[in-house]
């Protein structure tokens, strides 16, 4: 689901909200699942504690293709990670934007993971601006 | 070769900048000359077209000339490849999760 500048996904998994917390902050665990079909991670740095950075490479065919980087902003182990996620090594790279992982206990042995990434500039200032750009928005999305 | 990665990619590069955004504000209400827009702006008519070949370039305008003068126009299509960036991001987390959902899981089977 998507809304102007905004990136929510919601999904459940069959762990403890404990477990999931893991693999959202433990480089070994992150360089499995992160990334797009087609794509795997490279080298992982992180340091887990609020205003601790991070670094993750992206690789396709072996080559990397561009980093992820930014810091963590609030750390609520294990219910909550809050980050900046900013590119590096594309010439023109997408706008930064904060991402927020909301864990919540489903019911037992299920956590319910939700991912909101709100992106700086660009579309979200267009959306908001003048009425007029909501309006040719709206129409565009219907285009879509 | 110009991949839609790239046209997007150059279009909100283009789209960073305040007073392009004014242009297609402006561009989005009527078609204008070049001329028209430079009413609105401060800085010279040279900056300002500038500003409009990096609209063009990235696609987000056209140019075409209607007798003596240049009509700049906007192009949606360019604007709504952009839109559909927001909707590469939800499939990389999409992606991302469903290979957290197989491990999980192949986890969970194991033990």
Redesign the interface.
Known sequence: ??SD?K?Y?E?M???APE??FE?LTKPELIA??????GFSTGRIKNTIEEGGSYQIELRKNGKVVFEIYGEYVEINKPIGIKFTYTYNG??????PSVVQFRIFEAKSGQAM?S?L?E?E???P??AT??K??KF??ER??Q?? | MTTETDQT??V??A??DKSR?KV??ML??KDSTILELSEAFTMSFQALSKHIKILESAGIIAKKKEGKFVICSLD?EA??N??????Y?????????N???K???K??DGK
């Open positions: 689901m998507g500048n990136v996904v999904r998994f069959e762990c477990a999931l693999w499995q699942w992160f990334g797009p079909e594309l010439d023109n790279p997408p706008p993971l991912m990434q992106f500039v660009e579309t200032d267009f601006r003048t007029a750009w040719m928005f565009l999305f285009l879509i | 990619d150059k909100f590069s789209l960073a955004r297609v504000e989005h209400k949606h604007l709504k952009s839109l559909k960036w927001i909707s991001h939800s499939n990389f987390w999409n992606e991302s999760f290979k957290l959902d491990l999980i899981k986890e969970k």
